[in-house]
Structure formats: C-alpha cells, structure tokens
C-alpha cells in the first residue's frame, strides 16, 4: 500500500553536490518518520538522515553540514541535497518511511563519487 520510488543518483565528482527525491505513494504527513539510509558494497546499511514528527531531524555524524533533508507535502516528496560530497558517500541510498511499527522502503538510488 505505501510506495516509496527514489530518483536523483548517478556520478559526481569529489566536492560536487547531489538532490536525491523520494517520491512517497500517500501524503508525507501519515508518517512518523521519514528519511535515507545507505549501504556500500559489503557494508552495513546505515542511517544518513531522518525527519520524525516528534523531535525533528537527525543527521549521521558524517553527514552533518554537508547534507540537508527537506519535505514538500504538495508533491509528497522528501529531499537529501548532498553537498561537498566524497568517495566514502558513494553508496546505494534508500528511501525510508515508518508509520507506527511499520517500515517501508524504496528500492534505491546509486550514488558514486569519485576521487
């Protein structure tokens, strides 16, 4: 029922920037919370940026002052512009959205930079 389509990747040069949109199948406010996660090859995926009704927006460490999350209701669509970008940013990027205990994701976004 919840769909999530993430659009904005591709190749960019070491200090270039990136806007990735997560494009959201029902209006941006039914969720708890919404954001991006990541994932390299053979790595983890974590947690880039997340907006959550009740305390705001979070960013990982790694990302502070470089990325900014950004919501527009009218399209319900979310945003992570991504600037001063490096080669350890290169990576899968995923759209997340939570509604209660629920979780649903896109199905991701290439991001490579390089050196």
């Known amino acids: 029922q919840v769909q999530l389509v993430e659009s904005g990747g591709g190749l960019v040069q070491a200090g270039g920037s990136l806007r990735l949109s997560c494009a959201a199948s029902?209006?941006?406010?039914?969720?708890?919370?919404m954001g991006w996660y990541r994932q390299a090859p053979g790595k983890q995926r974590e947690l880039v940026a997340v907006?959550?009704?009740?305390?705001?927006?979070n960013y990982a460490d790694s990302v502070k002052g470089r990325f900014n999350l950004s919501r527009d209701n009218t399209k319900n669509t979310v945003y992570l512009q991504m600037n001063s970008l490096k080669s350890e940013d290169t990576a899968v990027y995923y759209c997340?959205?939570?509604?209660?205990?629920?979780?649903?994701w896109g199905q991701g976004t290439q991001v490579t930079v390089s050196s």
């Open positions: 997340n959205a939570a509604i209660l205990l629920e979780n649903y």
């Open positions: 029902r209006s941006i406010f039914s969720y708890n919370a």
């Open positions: 907006f959550t009704r009740r305390v705001g927006t």
